[in-house]
């Protein structure tokens, strides 16, 4: 009989900071793939990063950092230097993705956004994540673990430097995500066609 690992308590619920733990790891291995394709095979990867990174950003400004900002002391000044940034990483991938994996600054604007988002993510771990999992209960980190994946799936898939509150993703969120998704079925439907496939 097949040893079966025994899933956390925790992870079978659905805790938020573990859902993002995650996700940081994901993005870190989307950087490698994308570091390690060649230019011309770099578009697939590229997109997917640049999905995640939106989804991500934009479920963490709409619940995660408001519940940090009211469950412990300091959480304001400690989300306040995660928006700043965000923003800064939301720059540097518009940009990426305005260029394209062939554009010849591609690889060093790519290291310079690799660095901004793991040194962000390094901090929120330490800054925002421990102070959350000690102030919050299981079950609110369950809570915000099914808020965030809402907000995830229904949320613009690009990055919108300048849209980093709450309130901004709530009020603009959900018609740039239209706008977004519909954008990228069209590239898929153009790039299909370019490849022979319609």
Do not use: C
Not at 7 to 25: K, N, S
């Amino acid at each position: 009989m097949a040893h079966v690992r025994q899933v956390p308590e925790v992870m079978r619920e659905g805790d938020v900071i573990d859902l993002l733990l995650h996700q940081h790891a994901m993005i870190r291995d989307l950087f490698d793939e994308v570091e390690r394709a060649a230019p011309e095979r770099r578009r697939e990867p590229f997109r997917r990063l640049v999905r995640l990174l939106a989804v991500h950003e934009t479920a963490e400004e709409e619940f995660v950092h408001p519940y940090a900002r009211r469950k412990f002391e300091g959480g304001g000044a400690v989300v306040a230097d995660r928006l700043k940034e965000e923003n800064e990483a939301k720059r540097l991938l518009s940009w990426l993705e305005r260029k394209g994996p062939m554009d010849p600054e591609f690889a060093g604007i790519l290291d310079l956004l690799r660095v901004a988002v793991l040194t962000h993510a390094r901090a929120e771990e330490r800054y925002e994540f421990t102070q959350l999992r000690a102030h919050t209960t299981s079950a609110e980190r369950r809570a915000m673990a099914v808020a965030v994946r809402a907000a995830q799936a229904l949320g613009p898939t690009h990055p919108h430097p300048g849209v980093e509150s709450a309130t901004r993703n709530l009020l603009l969120g959900p018609p740039v995500a239209v706008l977004d998704r519909a954008r990228d079925i069209i590239r898929n439907a153009i790039g299909v066609i370019g490849r022979g496939g319609g």
